[in-house]
């Protein structure tokens, strides 16, 4: 196989959030029945893949991101046998399928640590987590100071007086990766799910596996892995290089499968050069771009972290990739509606400053159109295609993400971006399900961002989807090269050129262009205005 043909070189994968999707039996939760139900509404989208969050058995006190079996379906979400049909459905339509592989950490409920928590200290049982001795007078301090992700102690103290590490949620208890038994079953795991077709694992919290040693203690006030620390301030429990022995080994499992199957890392490391480790030749295959998800919407800003990622990612030979929006972080349509950069990347309430809404959705179709023109692989999150916003009034009595509570109520955390999407403007719970249930509330606004409302209409945001990607692909955008103009913000990629405004007057296009897709109309001179991308040819 060429190396040019190889689909997840260019390809845009479409993030799917099982819960907020489709519900296919009215219980308020989405469902993979649901999900192979829109199938085809995402290959006529123009999609080539499609990420599943987890579906896994779970307790669900993070989202699913608390895995109890690893090789089965919750049965909120179906069977094993819906993820079958799902798919086949999805390779019938030509669509691959990518998976959540979530190895920091599993549930509490996973039989693992249930058999840890029956078994004594030191036991091989314990051994497959992060068991020590406390601190103090009789072990009543934790063994250091490591806070959680989602707020409190990373630690947790078991009745026999050991605790256990948790860097999330204190259902969530870290595995020992210098566990040679951990080590083997994520292998198997991998296996199994190759073995039923997926064509690629998303892989949570990649720079998380290892932790130092020592488990040496950091003073740095916060410890979470979406705020990266300095270089010289190197956290213990974050990017540490042993991680990058497991990924060599996965490699080899995913190669034997074959070329076409790939590992996307989410490692929030900095700076990017660190990223590009996790995609050295005989490791994963992407990175997800962080920092190009946090770049300003400014030309300067925008065009450094373009320059910046193409260039470190051809340091090891890797495809670049880009992203704007997943279940973590304030939806781009949200985050581009204030005009000061938003410190919080999740997060707002009742009694916060809101967004401008038309503000954020132009320049969120703007952002959309430049990064869809820029060569590799490109992520999509469920509904961004309708240039939906976070819902950023969600009663915080109804808020489920466990950083609320975990913070004391200080952060509000991710439930924003992960409201059910609307399908239809006028049936119950925008036919997100066949009930007007649904496990985050949807604001009384959505009915216009329903799908129905703007499919076939010219200029709406789905339309516009839908034509970036068809030229895309028509253009080969994916596996292009790009090449800046030497003024303003404007490159080529093969026979496409790409014009962004940020700020000021409008801009004229060159003396007979052709415009291909512009992200909002152009004036009445025929320049292109504030916060628009257009693509043209001369
Ligand atoms: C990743 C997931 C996030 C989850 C966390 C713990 O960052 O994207 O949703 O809470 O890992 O698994």
Request: proline share 8%.
């Amino acid at each position: 196989m060429s190396q040019t043909s190889l689909w997840w070189h260019d390809a845009v994968i479409y993030q799917v959030y099982p819960r907020s999707f489709a519900d296919s039996d009215g219980d308020g939760m989405g469902d993979l029945p649901g999900i192979t139900s829109h199938l085809a509404d995402l290959r006529e989208l123009g999609v080539d893949a499609v990420w599943l969050s987890p579906f896994y058995p779970s307790p669900q006190h993070d989202a699913g991101y608390d895995v109890a079996d690893y090789r089965n379906v919750d049965p909120r979400f179906g069977t094993l046998a819906d993820a079958d049909r799902m798919i086949a459905e999805a390779h019938a339509l030509g669509l691959k399928v990518v998976v959540d592989l979530v190895p920091n950490h599993t549930s509490s409920d996973h039989v693992w640590f249930q058999a840890a928590l029956g078994a004594a200290p030191g036991s091989p049982e314990r051994e497959r987590y992060i068991f020590r001795d406390g601190k103090g007078p009789d072990g009543e301090q934790p063994p250091n100071g490591w806070r959680s992700t989602f707020g409190g102690p990373a630690w947790t103290r078991v009745p026999d007086g050991q605790w256990y590490l948790h860097l999330f949620d204190v259902t969530q208890p870290d595995l020992d990766w210098d566990n040679a038994e951990v080590r083997a079953e994520f292998l198997d795991i991998l296996r199994f799910w190759l073995d039923r077709g997926v064509h690629g694992f998303r892989v949570d919290v990649a720079h998380g596996l290892v932790k130092d040693r020592d488990l040496a203690d950091w003073d740095y006030p916060d410890q979470g892995p979406w705020v990266v620390p300095p270089e010289d301030n190197r956290p213990p429990m974050w990017d540490q290089e042993g991680v990058h022995d497991i990924y060599r080994a996965w490699r080899e499992v995913l190669d034997s499968y074959g070329p076409d199957r790939m590992l996307v890392a989410e490692a929030w490391v900095q700076p990017v050069e660190r990223i590009t480790r996790y995609v050295r030749p005989d490791e994963m295959h992407q990175a997800f771009n962080f920092p190009y998800l946090f770049a300003h919407w400014t030309a300067a800003d925008q065009r450094a972290v373009i320059e910046q990622s193409l260039a470190t990612n051809a340091t090891v030979g890797a495809i670049t990739t880009w992203v704007l929006s997943n279940h973590d972080v304030l939806r781009h349509t949200t985050r581009l509606g204030y005009r000061e950069p938003l410190k919080q990347l999740s997060g707002i309430g009742p009694g916060d400053p809101q967004p401008d809404a038309a503000l954020g959705l132009r320049r969120a179709r703007a952002a959309t159109l430049l990064m869809l023109a820029l060569p590799g692989s490109a992520y999509l999150y469920q509904g961004e295609e309708l240039g939906l916003p976070d819902h950023t009034e969600i009663p915080d009595e109804l808020r489920q993400d466990p950083t609320w509570e975990r913070s004391g109520h200080t952060e509000r955390g991710r439930d924003g971006c992960r409201v059910p999407i609307p399908w239809e403007a006028d049936a119950p719970s925008y036919g997100f399900g066949p009930s007007d249930h649904s496990w985050l509330p949807q604001p009384a606004s959505w009915a216009e961002y329903a799908r129905d409302r703007q499919a076939g209409v010219p200029g709406s945001t789905l339309e516009l989807y839908r034509d970036a990607l068809r030229l895309r692909r028509s253009h080969s955008l994916g596996t292009g090269t790009l090449t800046w103009d030497s003024t303003g913000f404007a490159f080529r990629n093969g026979d496409v050129r790409v014009l962004t405004n940020f700020d000021g007057e409008p801009v004229a296009l060159p003396v007979g262009a052709g415009v291909l897709l512009s992200s909002e109309p152009l004036d009445g001179d025929g320049r292109v205005p504030t916060d628009v991308t257009v693509w043209f040819t001369v």
